[in-house]
């Protein structure tokens, strides 16, 4: 079984932590809320396999903050949702919109600032 897939997944996930202005979460502060060691959590990204008392509590960490377990085991999870909605999706939600927000901000003030130089301001 080829579990590479589920290690990117995971590692993609811990990008996705961040609250918006944060810095993306490193391999170490995911060891620390963990509590599993860095080399569990870099083994579990590059492979997607570890011990299963480890990847069960990896696995549990993003369960509990609203990540949906088929969409990071199943191979092919183009048609199954990253999230379940449920009251702790809701935080992550918020989060997503909030980054969606900032950048549609940043658009639209770069706009201005192109439009208030042609119009000379």
């Known amino acids: 079984m080829n579990t590479e897939y589920i290690g990117k997944r995971l ?3 811990r990008e996705e932590l961040a609250c918006p202005g944060e810095q993306k979460w490193s391999q170490a502060r995911m060891a620390a809320e963990t509590g599993l060691t860095q080399n569990v959590i870099s083994n579990m990204e590059l492979s997607g396999s570890a011990r299963i008392e480890a990847f069960m509590d990896y696995l549990i960490f993003y369960q509990k903050r609203g990540y949906n377990l088929n969409w990071i085991l199943t191979p092919e999870n ?3 949702s990253k999230m379940v909605f449920n009251e702790a999706a809701k935080v992550v939600d918020v989060r997503t919109v909030l980054v969606e927000l900032e950048n549609i901000k940043q658009t639209v003030d770069n706009e201005i600032n192109r ?3 042609l119009v000379g301001h």
């Open 115 to 117: 439009v208030a130089q």
């Open 78 to 80: 183009h048609n199954i």
């Open 11 to 13: 590692a993609l996930l």
